[in-house]
T-cell receptor
Framework: EAQVTQNPRYLITVTGKKLTVTCSQN?????MSWYRQDPGLGLRQIYY???????DKGDVPEGYKVSRKEKRNFPLILESPSPNQTSLYFC????????????FGQGTRLTVV | GESVGLHLPTLSVQEGDNSIINCAYS??????FIWYKQESGKGPQFIID?????DKRQGQRVTVLLNKTVKHLSLQIAATQPGDSAVYFC?????????FGQGTELSVKP
């Protein structure tokens, strides 16, 4: 089954403790992206990757890192999480850039206390 | 800055009626527009897209209209069904970035 898989689905952590949210897709898509979703603000793009070893900042990259060492994986790293990073996170992939249909993961609900 | 506690615009329609959801976009350079549907507890799901060289595109029960002059996008859903109840987002794309609108909550009354 074609899908985007995020792990974990739920995570509660403490301020300052490094964490990684994994994202994997099995559709051989070139483009992958991370978003955060907050009440009343819609989805905001954090980082995106047009292809392996190519990453760029979205609209809200502060406090996040990403890497794209292989095509299928695009982990989101929070080196020192803070409470304002409490949010619902989505990973998405598409065949080639934003002009092709994006497939979203099921989301990761992160709480930083 | 962030606005906390905003309520989503809500559209309530009777089952079987047509729904129209509107969206204003911000970037004149955007050349690709998409509508997504998000059901509770799930990730967004692609509905329909349109490129900037088009004014209208139709899918199954859905139509997207693009007015570049006023930077306005609309999604029309024909014969709305209870399963259409969800939050609908428009998004504009260009380069590698995708910018989402705030979203509209569609509620379908049986």
């Amino acid at each position: 089954e074609a899908q985007v898989t995020q792990n974990p689905r739920y995570l509660i952590t403490v301020t300052g403790k490094k964490l990684t949210v994994t994202c994997s897709q099995n559709m051989n898509h070139e483009y992958m992206s991370w978003y955060r979703q907050d009440p009343g603000l819609g989805l905001r793009q954090i980082y995106y990757s047009m292809n392996v070893e190519v990453t760029d900042k979205g609209d809200v990259p502060e406090g996040y890192k990403v890497s794209r060492k292989e095509k299928r994986n695009f982990p989101l790293i929070l080196e020192s999480p803070s409470p304002n990073q409490t949010s619902l996170y989505f990973c998405a992939s598409s065949l080639s850039g934003v002009r092709t249909e994006a497939f979203f993961g099921q989301g990761t609900r992160l709480t930083v206390v | 800055g962030e606005s906390v506690g905003l309520h989503l615009p809500t559209l309530s329609v009777q089952e079987g009626d047509n729904s129209i959801i509107n969206c204003a976009y911000s970037n004149s350079a955007s050349d690709y527009f998409i509508w997504y549907k998000q059901e509770s507890g799930k990730g967004p799901q692609f509905i329909i897209d349109i490129r900037s060289n088009m004014d209208k595109r139709q899918g199954q029960r859905v139509t997207v209209l693009l007015n570049k002059t006023v930077k306005h996008l609309s999604l029309q859903i024909a014969a709305t069904q209870p399963g259409d109840s969800a939050v609908y987002f428009c998004a504009e794309g260009g380069g590698g970035k995708l910018i989402f609108g705030q979203g509209t909550e569609l509620s379908v009354k049986p």
